[in-house]
């Protein structure tokens, strides 16, 4: 999907299919509008005045009718709106959700996420304003102009009273839009910062439990609150002020076109019937400037969605294949000269780093913040290097698709993260269709198959959200056994045995030292117990290799470097 207003055309193309049909609907009803003020004109004239009750009869047979049309109309394009609407929500939804899950991690990771989960809200306000009653009022606002015709033609001299009238209100209009539409921000980013501390509350509820943050946690939270009622209270008062305002001018506007028409019936130039009727249609012409100015808020809304819509759509995209799919036979990995920060004005995280590793097992050791879990992101393919390349058997990895790098390089997170679900969709859910054997397999290379063999579902055991029902260290080998299931040439893991205990790690260690044997397999980790079978180490501080080699010879480095501190203190 192109970026731009390209987006939108194809998110609207339901609307479009179908806005021609809406018009012819909407035509007819309006012309349909007609008949009640006609039917008041001819009782008061003719039938009143000269008691043609035959007359009456016919009339009131025809009003039946028009009212029984109009209603079949308005559920005909009611019912079209709905159609237009389903189909909408289900092209931006989507479109919406290939948006963020192609946009790149860093992107993702720039914004908290109570604002991508607010982008659904916005696409479900821009799919109401598109397909709803502000959509019916657009569309009948235009024969206002048709009603004041009808009005000159029968009530010539209350028709521009009416005719002053409509720049007052779209007047009024204008003024509710420019203020509503501050208003609708602030409360948005009232509501917005609420929503962030929400989800800050839910994701870390263990925290908060442990060390009994309830109370400190309160106050952040009701401060928010506070302040995001604080902006709808004060939005509803300027929208209140405006649709009040709406109403006081409507009435205005009936006084004044009473009052003219009566000095006109006085002098003989307007009948009671005519005056009547012109009251009845031109409340068919003030009803829709009087809505305009209650929906505003709703114009005002989906103005900001569309522009933060539009934001999105705007990012770029991370192609899920490159140009060509990429044939790893030896699972080298060289990074070339490579940086990359996080932003421009923060030091970089990792720099200019140069290092070349193939089949064994590699240590990215350091201390916390030396940039080992952002340089394994890089090899990853997951950042791109500001400068420098990330190279796979000699190939960059840039001309590779998202997909292509994840059959090509398995990755486990520091933190781990599992999907409401079972055990073996979570396994398999890179490859929903593997074969039983494979899941199998991966899960015994991961150490996880003996405590999934134990539950009594096995491998069909629910874990809840997130995993939540299963301990902290089998959660673990279930991910490492999803990164295995493709047999991927390069393993990648941020700290794999952060929640296994010494007799897990040790099983971890010898099916890595294994696997090693034909991949290339780095572990981030502080591990004695995985230290021990690594073959090489690699050292970072402040975002540099400052060692690299032989596990046992940088061992020793690290150890000389660490007593000469001592010494020097």
């Known amino acids: 999907m192109a970026d731009g207003p390209e987006w939108l055309r194809e998110v609207l193309a339901p609307v479009r299919r179908r806005i021609g049909e809406v018009i012819a609907y909407s035509s007819i009803i309006n012309l349909l509008a007609i008949a009640a003020p006609i039917f008041v004109l001819q009782v008061y004239d003719r039938v009143v ?4 009750l035959s007359t009456l009869q016919g009339l009131v047979i025809g009003m039946f009718a028009a009212i029984v049309f109009d209603f079949v109309l308005r559920q005909g394009r009611a019912r079209l709106l709905r159609s237009a609407a389903v189909d909408m929500d289900v092209e931006l939804a989507r479109a919406l959700y290939s948006r963020i899950t192609a946009a790149p991690l860093p992107v993702l990771e720039s914004r908290p996420t109570a604002y991508w989960q607010a982008l659904f809200r916005d696409a479900e306000v821009v799919r109401n304003a598109f ?3 502000s959509a019916v009022l657009i569309a009948d606002l235009p024969f206002a102009l048709f009603f004041a015709v009808v009005i ?8 521009w009273v009416l005719l002053a009238a409509f720049p007052l209100f779209i007047g009024l209009a204008w003024w509710s839009g420019r203020v509503m539409q501050d208003a609708n921000r602030e409360e948005r980013e009232a509501s917005f910062d609420r929503d962030a501390v929400t989800a800050e509350l839910i994701g870390g509820r263990t925290t908060i439990k442990a060390l009994a943050l309830k ?9 928010r609150h506070v302040r995001a009622v604080d902006e709808s209270v004060r939005r509803g008062r300027q929208s209140d002020r405006f649709v009040h305002m709406g109403l006081g001018l409507t009435v205005l506007t009936t006084v004044a076109v009473t009052a003219v028409g009566a000095v006109a019936i006085l002098n003989q130039e ?13 409340g068919r012409i003030v009803q829709p400037f009087q809505q305009l100015i209650g929906n505003w808020r709703t114009y005002m809304a989906t103005r900001q969605s569309l522009k933060r819509l539009g934001e999105a759509f705007a990012t770029a995209e991370e192609p899920a294949r490159g140009a060509v799919r990429p044939n790893v036979r030896d699972g080298v990995l060289m990074l070339d000269d490579v940086t990359f920060g996080y932003a421009p004005d923060r030091p970089p995280a990792v720099r200019n780093v140069r290092l070349k590793i193939g089949n064994g097992l590699h240590a990215l050791v350091g201390p916390n913040g030396s940039g080992k879990t952002t340089l394994l992101k890089l090899m990853q393919g997951l950042y791109r290097p500001s400068h420098g390349r990330v190279m796979l058997d ?14 090509a390089i398995g990755y486990v997170p520091q933190h781990t993260f599992l999907f409401a679900g079972t ?3 979570n396994i ?8 039983d054997g494979l899941i199998v397999d991966a899960a015994h290379l991961a150490g996880a198959h003996s405590a999934i063999s134990e539950m009594a579902d096995g491998y069909g055991a629910r874990i809840g959200e997130g995993g939540m029902d299963l301990p902290g260290g089998v959660r673990q080998r279930i991910a490492i056994a999803r990164a295995l299931l493709g047999n991927p040439p390069v393993l990648l893991l941020d700290e794999p045995s952060g929640n296994l205990d010494t007799e897990a790690a040790k099983t971890l260690a010898r099916n890595l030292e294994a696997l090693a044997e034909d991949r290339t397999i780095v572990v981030v980790t502080h591990s004695p117990v995985l230290l021990e079978v690594c073959h090489n180490i690699i050292a970072l501080d402040g975002g540099r290799i400052v060692a690299a080699g032989p596990a046992g010879q940088v061992r020793e480095r690290m150890e000389a470097a660490r007593r000469l501190k001592e010494v020097e203190r």
Do not use: K
């Not at 109370?215 to 401060?223: K, L, R």
């Not at 190939?395 to 790098?405: K, M, P, S, V, Y």
């Open 152 to 159: 000159f033609i029968i009530a010539p001299p209350v028709a």
């Open 215 to 223: 109370g400190p946690m309160t106050e952040v939270w009701e401060a």
């Open 394 to 407: 000699e190939a960059d990895i840039a001309q590779f698709g998202r997909e292509d790098l994840a059959r």
């Open 428 to 435: 398999a859910i890179g490859d929903p269709g593997a074969d």
């Open 131 to 133: 397909s709803g009653l």
């Open 49 to 52: 005045f000269h008691g043609g």
């Open 270 to 282: 307007l009948s009671i019937g005519a005056l009547v009727a012109a009251n009845m249609l031109g």
């Open 423 to 425: 055990i073996r969709e």
